[in-house]
């Protein structure tokens, strides 16, 4: 299994660019997540979801969409890029408490500079 | 709110020493406490976690402790090791049944050799 795979692992953006970073997982997750990491901040929930065609808000939701047609796939849309966007973005996810218990499973992260 | 704090922020110990990290959580009825390790320009990896079911687990020189009365618990870390120095996350799921996680603010923990 590859695991979780983030994709790309650097982006620099223009203030008002959008973009969609990828993620991917073949563990069969219903469970997927992302977080934002910034100095001093922790992580912080983004958006996540608890299976396909179902997604819900986490702690900093705005300026972020998210949708999830398949198991294996939680993309997220910068809408508009923003200097405050600029931080290392993860994406996670783990069997839900009815299929499984298990710990979150990190990608690799994203490195996401705005200007 | 949902909330989980850490503490301290940045821990230096000596080489050999023991680190203790303390988090406490706002919401008595979490149920899962795991903790992470991040290495520099890597990812958070699970080293340990806790159910609120029991008191303290053990893996090695790694240890969590939970005091569900004073919604706190703990990492312990003995016979520090250079390796060990990352930062270190907290996390706790803040309600049975649901797989949210919220995390701490991190400790930057460095061994001294």
């Known amino acids: 299994n590859a695991g979780v795979t983030q994709t790309p692992k650097f982006q620099v953006l223009k203030t008002g660019q959008s973009m969609t970073l990828q993620c991917a997982q073949d563990m069969n997750h219903e469970y997927m997540s992302w977080y934002r990491q910034d100095p001093g901040m922790g992580l912080r929930l983004i958006h996540y979801s608890v299976g396909a065609g179902i997604t819900d808000q986490g702690e900093v939701p705005n300026g972020y969409n998210v949708s999830r047609s398949t198991t294996e796939d939680f993309p997220l849309r910068l809408l508009s890029a923003a200097p405050s966007q600029t931080s290392v973005y993860f994406c996670?996810?783990?069997?839900?408490?009815?299929?499984?218990?298990?710990?979150?499973?990190f990608g690799n992260g994203t490195r996401l500079t705005v200007t | 709110g949902e909330n989980v704090e850490q503490h301290p922020s940045t821990l230096s110990v000596q080489e050999g020493d023991s680190a203790v990290i303390k988090c406490t959580y706002s919401?008595?009825?979490?149920?899962?406490f795991p903790w992470y390790k991040q290495e520099l320009g890597k990812r958070p990896q699970l080293i340990i976690d806790?159910?609120?079911?029991?008191g303290e687990k053990k893996d090695q020189r790694i240890a969590v402790t939970l005091n569900k009365t004073a919604k706190h618990f703990s990492l312990h870390i003995t016979e520090t090791q250079p390796e060990d120095s990352a930062v270190y996350f907290c996390a706790a799921r803040l309600r049975p049944g649901a797989q949210k996680l919220v995390f701490g603010q991190g400790t930057r923990l460095t061994i001294n050799p």
């Open positions: 919401d008595s009825a979490s149920n899962y």
């Open positions: 996670a996810s783990s069997y839900s408490p009815g299929q499984r218990d298990s710990p979150l499973h």
């Open positions: 806790i159910r609120s079911n029991v």
